[in-house]
């Protein structure tokens, strides 16, 4: 049995339409000397319906983008909308249920509730918006079953792989049909066919006509799966590159408004 996820078809659709839209974002931690300016202007458009992967070497700003994007972060200057929202705009109570309603986060830690089974973990999201318990483990027991964890909902999180943790993750984040899936290092504990089953679910999930989805990742077994790569170093992104009906990337051109550069 697979688990039976919702199409929100009544959530009106422009044909193209931008989910995410960042003019000139920019992010520092620390003051003074120790200042480091994790994003310094980011320019990016993602398109609703699509898989964007966000690619650069390790402390280029990636995590921090898609914890800004997610509402965990707050930017310091620069336009950020997602799906028509201005996260700076909203209360924190207001950012908290915008979070609960729309958005799925596979950690690269995992971040599950040892106290909680595997079940109970992947149900949280459901039961956050008012699902019954009961009613929320068993579509966790669903979802699990579709990811390899059939008669795992059980167990404690502990007692699992760094690669079983990881689809537990993936499971809590995908559990609630959110209309934005952001992903830092979604197949990093897994091998190769896992990868390829983990990141196609994910990838079905991109394609739904309200939905986006937003990866960090340094696997490039993935990267065919992506419709745009967004290529990150120093906290700017640096160029643009578009997949092909997912075949090696090609050339991408860019909106006239958007002042990044497209790889050759």
Do not use: Y
Not at 13 to 24: D, Q, S
Not at 146 to 172: D, H, N
């Amino acid at each position: 049995m697979t688990s039976e996820f919702t199409n929100h078809t009544s959530t009106p659709v422009i044909e193209h339409a931008t989910a995410i839209r960042l003019r000139g974002v920019t992010k520092t931690f620390g003051r003074g000397e120790s200042a480091v300016k994790a994003l310094q202007g980011i320019d990016l458009d993602v398109t609703v319906g699509e898989l964007t992967m966000l690619v650069g070497p390790s402390g280029c700003g990636k995590t921090t983008l898609i914890s800004i994007l997610a509402g965990l972060l707050s930017r310091d200057s620069g336009e950020l909308t997602v799906f028509g929202t201005d996260l700076a705009a909203l209360r924190r109570d207001r950012l908290a249920a915008w979070r609960r309603d729309n958005v799925g986060f596979i950690f690269q830690q995992f971040n599950l509730v040892p106290q909680l089974t595997v079940a109970e973990n992947v149900s949280i999201p459901l039961v956050l918006k008012g699902e019954s318990v009961a009613a929320a483990v068993r579509k966790a027991n669903d979802l699990l079953m579709t990811l390899g964890l059939e008669g795992r909902g059980k167990s404690a999180p502990l007692k699992l792989s760094g690669g079983q943790q990881q689809r537990v993750a993936i499971a809590r984040a995908l559990i609630h049909e959110p209309r934005l899936l952001v992903c830092d290092e979604p197949t990093s504990a897994l091998d190769a066919e896992l990868g390829r089953r983990v990141m196609e679910l994910i990838r079905g999930r991109s394609t739904r006509p309200d939905r986006a989805v937003v990866v960090v990742t340094h696997d490039n077994r993935i990267f065919h799966l992506a419709d745009t790569i967004a290529h990150i170093d120093d906290g700017r992104i640096d160029h643009l590159t578009r997949g092909s009906s997912h075949e090696p990337s090609s050339q991408v051109t860019p909106r006239p408004d958007s002042p990044t550069r497209v790889q050759p």
